[in-house]
Nanobody, 123 residues
Framework: QVQLVESGGGLVQAGGSLRLSCAAS????????MGWFRQAPGKEREFVAC????????YSVDSVRGRFTISRDNAKNTVYLQMNSLKPEDTAVYYC????????????????WGQGTLVTVSS
């Protein structure tokens, strides 16, 4: 059973940057497509970005494109999310998960989630 541990969140002013990490244990992720999701207060969890197992291709939602960069280090079994030019609307708990493309959208492949990491962007 894979365990995903997110870290790197915090409080930052608008325009600032954070780098999130997602470390996996219990299973190698090097053959898995990985993604980041977020859940803002009072809203449903939503897909943010993903990266293919090889690291060659990434996808992201329009609202973060050009500001967030997803990457991975398969040797460390870790996925990253570099977030620049942060906005108050980026405030959320961020989660990682294995992703699959189903019914026309990227979604989580694992039912279990980590504890997430809270990102708070002040205006």
């Amino acid at each position: 059973q894979v365990q995903l541990v997110e870290s790197g969140g915090g409080l930052v002013q608008a325009g600032g940057s954070l780098r999130l990490s997602c470390a996996a244990s219990g299973r190698t992720l090097k053959t898995s497509n990985m993604g980041w999701f977020r859940q803002a207060p009072g809203k449903e969890r939503e897909f943010v970005a993903c990266i293919m197992w090889s690291g060659s291709t990434t996808y992201s939602v329009d609202s973060v494109r050009g500001r967030f960069t997803i990457s991975r280090d398969n040797a460390k079994n870790t996925v990253y999310l570099q977030m620049n030019s942060l906005k108050p609307e980026d405030t959320a708990v961020y989660y990682c998960n294995v992703v699959i493309f189903r019914s026309g959208r990227w979604t989580n492949a694992l039912d279990a989630w980590g504890q997430g990491t809270l990102v708070t962007v002040s205006s």
